[in-house]
């Protein structure tokens, strides 16, 4: 008889398991339980779906249910929770309007993501407080975009911010967060018409990227005529039924919407009901294999920990790449080729209108000391493309190493849209992960032509000044 895999979740980990452990070995029978009624579908697009710049839900989705059905032959059970894990008798339970089903699993893989965070603060319960962590919440937020716009899309992505060509704006809203989410999100309604308000409780937007990165991106926010508001912890969401404004100590900021856009938080409570071990970032522990504490029981994407490439130590950092990567690897490892599915660098990129910026490793001094290393960071602003060339901007590029060794950490980059920051990153992952130098990375040959860099990439300009 073949074997029985079990998945948990029907998004990227999930399903990148389930195809590749059915794709290598037909013969296993493969089963995944998804609550909601969408599979496979990509979030990170959620916040252009409300902008306007995608027409439908459905363009988010790379592969129907239907398809892993009848053409993947995965037995794909959408609307049913799982509700228990049972790792001594190898079963879950699910419930669905049908009932409730026990399935018994050979291999399983929790995949169950990670839900968005409500902090906790008074009124988060009105009306016209959204969250963006799920394909329904994205479709509620273009819905009350649409409401409030009277019904009109006014998107048009080439012309920025609707409020500087509008008589009057709509909103004003409010965004609490300044995560990536948050500035994605300002954007998208700051293109169709609204005056936006941005919430952030440290000094600085986009924490975990340089001061230079935050810098550049807060003051393009204000050039977008985002209202920022910086050190300003909310403390209440104020209204009667529905919000009516977004109160920090020192400001009353009245709004008819507010985004929450305070983070994740792994979904571990199956896995912790059954005994399986949570780690010390709070998401399910595995091994490199992602197998968890209990025999057979996998865990990937945003509900569990993985491996830091530069500290070796456990970190949680949920993205997209990270889930189907290690969802992959555990479906070629039920398959039968055991896979590991490598560390992370927690690399990561945003679009803030105009400009954009990535990170990689551990960017800056505080980060590097934390880890135990001895940080030298530098910072340069470079051309980026040839000064001659007809177009062109800035890049600026935050590289931060190891005093003694020269073992490069981690880096930041931040350049206009277009100018190739995020790109940029790529050669930076590449010399993090293999534990290069600082001395190594300035050797790089990179390849050079003006419409697209300076004979020494910024990149390299940034590794000779720290090497
Ligand atoms: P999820 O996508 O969260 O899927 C988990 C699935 O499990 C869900 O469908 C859920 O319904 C289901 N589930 C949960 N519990 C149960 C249960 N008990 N029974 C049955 N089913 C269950 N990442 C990037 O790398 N780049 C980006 O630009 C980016 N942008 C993003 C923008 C937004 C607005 C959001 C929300 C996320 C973004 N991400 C981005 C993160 C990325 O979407 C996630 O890292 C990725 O989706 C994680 O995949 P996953 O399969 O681990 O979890």
């Known amino acids: 008889m073949s074997d029985t895999f079990v998945v948990v979740g029907g998004d990227a980990a999930g399903m990148a398991a389930a195809s590749k452990a059915k794709r290598d070995d037909p013969d296993l029978d493969v089963v995944v339980f998804e609550k909601g009624e969408w599979v496979s579908y990509g979030a990170c697009g959620l916040p252009y779906y409300v902008k306007g710049e995608i027409q439908s839900l459905d363009h988010l989705v790379s592969v129907t249910p239907e398809e892993f059905r009848e053409e993947r032959d995965v037995d794909l059970r959408t609307g049913h929770e799982v509700v228990a894990i049972d790792p001594d008798d190898r079963t879950v339970t699910a419930e669905s ?5 026990v399935q018994s699993y050979d291999h399983l893989l929790i ?40 019904g009109e899309s006014l998107q048009q992505p080439d012309r920025g911010p609707a409020c500087q060509y509008l008589e009057t704006c709509t909103g004003p809203v409010g965004i609490v967060g300044g995560g990536y989410i948050g500035i994605e999100m ?15 409780r440290g000094d600085a937007v986009l924490t975990g990227f340089s001061d230079a990165t935050s810098e550049a991106v807060a003051d393009h926010l204000r050039e977008q005529d985002v209202v920022l508001y910086l050190d300003a912890e909310v403390e209440e969401l104020a209204g009667e039924d529905e919000i009516e404004a977004v109160v920090t100590a020192d400001d009353r900021v009245p709004v008819d919407m507010a985004l929450l856009g305070t983070g994740v938080r792994p979904r571990t409570a199956l896995a912790e009901d059954a005994g399986i071990e949570i780690g010390e970032t709070g998401a399910i522990a595995t091994d490199a294999y992602r197998e968890t504490s209990a025999p057979d029981v996998y865990a990937a994407g945003d509900c569990a ?7 070796g130590e456990p970190a949680y950092v949920p993205l997209a790449l990270t889930a189907n990567r290690h969802g992959r690897a555990v479906g070629q490892t ?3 080729t055991p896979t590991e599915g490598g560390g992370i ?3 990561a990129a945003v679009k803030a209108f105009d400009v954009e910026a990535a990170r990689t490793g551990l960017v800056g001094p505080r980060a590097a000391r934390t880890a135990g290393f001895d940080p030298v960071t530098e910072t340069i602003t470079a051309k980026s493309r040839a000064g001659y060339y007809p177009e062109g901007g800035t890049v600026t590029v935050t590289l931060t190493a190891d005093r003694d060794s020269g073992r490069l950490l981690g880096a930041s980059l931040v350049s206009e849209y277009g100018e190739g920051a995020v790109h940029r990153s790529h050669a930076i992952v590449g010399a993090i992960t293999e534990g290069a130098t600082v001395a190594d990375l300035e050797n790089y040959d990179l390849a050079y032509a003006p419409p697209f860099n300076t004979t020494w990439d910024p990149v390299l300009v940034a590794a000779k000044v720290l090497s």
Do not use: C, W
């Open 334 to 336: 039920v398959a039968g």
């Open 186 to 200: 300002a954007e998208a309604l700051a293109a169709n018409g609204f005056e936006v308000h941005l919430f952030q």
């Open 345 to 347: 660098a927690g690399t």
């Open 305 to 311: 920990e993985s491996t830091h490439v530069v500290t």
């Open 97 to 101: 309007d049908d009932g409730e089903v």
């Open 111 to 150: 995949a169950t993501g990670a839900a968005a965070t409500v902090p906790p603060i008074a009124g988060t319960d009105r009306e016209g407080v959204y969250t963006l962590g799920s394909m329904s919440d994205g479709k509620e937020l273009r819905e009350y975009v649409a409401r409030a716009r009277g």
